[in-house]
């Protein structure tokens, strides 16, 4: 991406440490080190900022959670990556960067970002009730020491991975039905699932309207029939389907199997 080349990308280098966690409903408690994060998926985060001072504090404090972090300096550019990007977490220099706000009001419109965890580092200008109401999942205050910045990453680690853990793809090879209410069927391979949808390969004509999915994950005794939305598809047969109706007793059974897989990527990596 030609914006890209204006945007610095930092590697994770170590652990992650244990944090305490807010969840939802504005609770905490205390959480462990996460074995899933460092043994598979390396957390990936936009930075956008233009004060290096921030920078300097924040890139360290990301790598040792083993964040990769892209710092980006300018909101036009920053507007495109996320549009266009995924990332698990995005901090934003609200007040000192000019359109700093629009970017945070303006996330949780973005397809690919609109779940990913939010922090708005503010400076006076924006009250932290201001931040939340536009999104913003955590807010850091300048002068921003290298503790705060600990503290307030390691409460979120959890969060974002949980995010990672719901749009990831675990990559199989399963034989699927596809149908619709008009009568029509296809038959598919789904290349890869995860708790939000699927992607897969077919030939033929894909079904009209309202389309549902019959498949049996590897070891599993009942199928799965989720209803499914195309995200996407191209001209080789190749498509991604998104889950708008999955009953619960599906959704756990699809949660408990991903699980699964998760811990055995796990075991494999140590």
Known sequence: MELKRFCSRYPKRVAPTPGVIRDDFGHFRIAGPESYHQNSM???SLLLSRDAEVIRVLQPALEKLSIEVEVCPGVRSG????RTEKFDA?????DDLDGG???LEGLRKAPSNKNSVTFAILNGNTTTQQAFQMGANFVLQKPISTLNAMRCFSAALNFMIREQRRYFRHPVE???TLGSGEGQKLMATITNISEGG????????FPLGSVSANFRLPGAATPLEP???VAW???SGRAGLRFVDLPEGSREQLNQWLTEQCATAEKRST
């Open 42 to 44: 390396p957390l990936e």
């Open 79 to 82: 507007h495109e990556i996320v």
């Open 90 to 94: 995005i901090i934003v220099d609200c």
């Open 101 to 103: 706000l629009r970017v």
């Open 174 to 176: 399963i034989s699927a």
């Open 198 to 205: 699927m992607a897969i390969f077919f030939r033929g004509r």
């Open 227 to 229: 209803k499914v939305q």
């Open 233 to 235: 598809m191209d001209d």
